[in-house]
């Protein structure tokens, strides 16, 4: 079974700094991997995901991750961050097995809260 | 496109009591989710559903909880007797379909304190 842990449960950043949101996952067979965010009183939102090709994937918001197999990780990280990107983030992962009606289920981190500060 | 709605929007009960939950999905999603969300952990699947039959509920303490998607549209979920431990946001997500390609849309939740 798969298992993922983010490394910080909270993240305080000055605005316009830059921030990096730490994920590690364990899995024996190959892995999709996402991040979704939560703003306050609201449900989770994609932000971005990777299924195969590039290591590097752009989201919204100017968000991006990279994918490092070696280092079972998927660090998330955005060069200049704003107040309004203060919210708690998720990374998930879920196994590429399966198929028709039938995928691994998405497993979710335990969360970072990120906190921006004027 | 509408959202997935979720209601009520909080709850308070007291332990051995029983609780609903209503989840409506994004129209054309085939795939609905329930996860419960412990506060300062993340979202655990309890059920998925595919149109109406289950795909998924080995996470469901089927003692107390159960859950069931008529019709394959709206979806209910319910917990009789209720736990303190029971306490968390509910969380309904739906997706076109299973796979990958296809995000899941998360409603706003319901917020479950059992007293």
């Known amino acids: 079974a798969q298992s993922v842990t983010q490394l910080d449960s909270q993240v305080p950043v000055f605005e316009e700094a830059p921030v990096e949101l730490r994920c590690n996952y364990s899995s024996s067979v190959s892995v999709y991997l996402f991040w979704y965010v939560q703003y306050p009183n609201q449900g989770l939102q994609l932000l971005l995901k990777?299924?195969?090709?590039?290591?590097l994937v752009k989201g919204i918001n100017g968000f991006e991750a990279e994918f490092n197999k070696s280092q079972t990780s998927f660090h998330l990280r955005k060069p200049s961050v704003h107040i309004s990107d203060t919210a708690e983030y998720f990374c998930?992962?879920?196994?590429?097995?399966?198929?028709?009606?039938?995928?691994?289920?998405?497993?979710f981190g335990q969360g970072t809260i990120l906190t921006v500060h004027p | 496109e509408a959202g997935v709605a979720q209601s009520p929007r909080y709850k308070i009960i007291e332990k051995r009591q029983s609780v609903a939950f209503w989840c409506n999905p994004i129209?054309?999603?085939?795939?609905l989710y329930w996860y419960q969300q412990i506060l300062g952990q993340g979202p655990k699947l309890l059920i998925q559903?595919?149109?109406?039959?289950?795909?998924?509920d080995s996470q469901l303490p089927k003692d107390r909880f159960s859950a069931e998607r008529l019709k394959g549209v709206d979806s209910t979920l319910k917990i009789q007797p209720a736990k303190l431990e029971d306490s968390a946001v509910y969380l309904c997500?739906?997706?076109?379909?299973?796979?990958?390609?296809?995000?899941?849309?998360f409603g706003n939740g319901t917020r479950l304190t059992v007293t």
């Open positions: 559903f595919q149109n109406n039959g289950v795909v998924d």
């Open positions: 990777y299924l195969s090709g590039s290591t």
């Open positions: 998930a992962v879920k196994e590429a097995v399966g198929g028709g009606t039938s995928y691994g289920k998405l497993t």
């Open positions: 129209s054309g999603h085939a795939t």
């Open positions: 997500a739906s997706s076109l379909e299973p796979g990958p390609n296809s995000p899941l849309h």
